[in-house]
C-alpha cells in the first residue's frame, strides 16, 4: 500500500524554478488515487474478518468493482411526450381564464396557440371537483 505522500509524490511536477509543484486537476487526480487506493484496502480488509465458528465464507461480490456496481443507482428510462407536457404546461396556465361559470358543467374545452400553432384541450372534472386535462388535439373544435 502506498502512502499519502508516495502518491502525492507521484503527481508532482518540477516548476520554473525548479521547486516541486503540483497542478490543481493533479491534486484532485492524487485524491482520487488515494480514495481508491482506502476504499479497495478496506473492502479487502473486511473480507478478511471471519468468524471462526462459521463455514468457509461464499462471498457475494468477487471484488469491488462488482460491489461498486451493485451499488449504483439503475435508472429507468422512459419515453417523454415532449410536445403533450408542453401543452398541459400551457393548457394548465391559462385554465383559469377558461373555468366555467355553471357548477354543474363537467366537462369543457378550449382554443389556444403555442408557438403559432392552435392546439384545443379538452378537461373534465375528477372526483374530487378538480379539473384535469383529458386530452389534447391539434387544431381548432
Known amino acids: 500500500m502506498k502512502t499519502k505522500e508516495e502518491i502525492l509524490n507521484s503527481f508532482y511536477t518540477a516548476g520554473a524554478n525548479g521547486m516541486p509543484e503540483i497542478a490543481a486537476p ?7 488515487a488515494y480514495k481508491q487506493q482506502s476504499l479497495q484496502d478496506a473492502f479487502n480488509a473486511a ?6 465458528s ?24 422512459h419515453e417523454r411526450d415532449e410536445l403533450s407536457e408542453h ?14 361559470d355553471d357548477p354543474t358543467v363537467n366537462e369543457f374545452s ?8 392552435g392546439y384545443t384541450a379538452f378537461y373534465i372534472k375528477d ?3 378538480y379539473w384535469e386535462m383529458n386530452r389534447w388535439r391539434l387544431g381548432r373544435e
Open 26 to 32: 493533479d491534486l484532485l487526480n492524487a485524491m482520487e
Open 47 to 52: 473480507r478478511m474478518l471471519k468468524d471462526e
Open 54 to 77: 462459521s463455514a468457509p465464507p461464499d462471498y457475494r461480490f468477487c471484488d469491488l468493482d462488482d460491489y461498486i456496481k451493485s451499488t449504483e443507482i439503475k435508472v429507468a428510462k
Open 87 to 100: 401543452i398541459a404546461l400551457v393548457a394548465e396556465s391559462v385554465l383559469p381564464n377558461f373555468l366555467p
Open 110 to 117: 378550449f382554443d389556444f396557440n403555442m408557438m403559432g400553432i
Open 127 to 129: 372526483e374530487n371537483g
